[in-house]
């Protein structure tokens, strides 16, 4: 009998466990995700509608300094050093300029199938509290469990990662 009672509490602390790493999995690929597939898509958007503005302007000047017969390149690039000593220079504007929006547009949206599909803002913000949520009552149940295989003279392993604010917590309190 007392083996039953040892591979039930093992059995159950294993389901528990199973559990806790699917929540874990989830909340590090929710967490991961900042934008939803949409939202990148749409981003995407509002980019090239600012780099074609900006090249726009851009080659616009390169034509008011042909008019008054001074010699411009559109495609000479200023750029200023970050704070490591890096310069770096966005060749975006030209690249809207020279390419097109169109052409741009489809080798930005090219790789968005990669993107996974995700979750939009408030709706991350929300799948990340039930996580939570639920991943603490998981490794409360999953701390009952041991206690009660503990007293039962059948102690199971706690997790190297178990939280030790649900391990120390009152008995009371689960």
Known sequence: MKAIEVNEFARQVAEQRKEIAALKTEQEAVFAQHRSRAEVAAAIEHQIAHLEALGRTTMGRSLQMFAAGVAASPTILHGVAGADGVARLDVGPLLAAAVGIDRMREMYLAGLE?????????????????????????????EWLIEQSEAAGHPVARRPDARASVVLAPRDSR
């Open 114 to 142: 990669s993107v996974p599909v995700g979750l939009p803002r408030e709706e991350r913000k929300k799948r990340l509290e039930e996580i939570s949520y639920a991943l603490e009552t998981a490794e409360q149940i999953e």
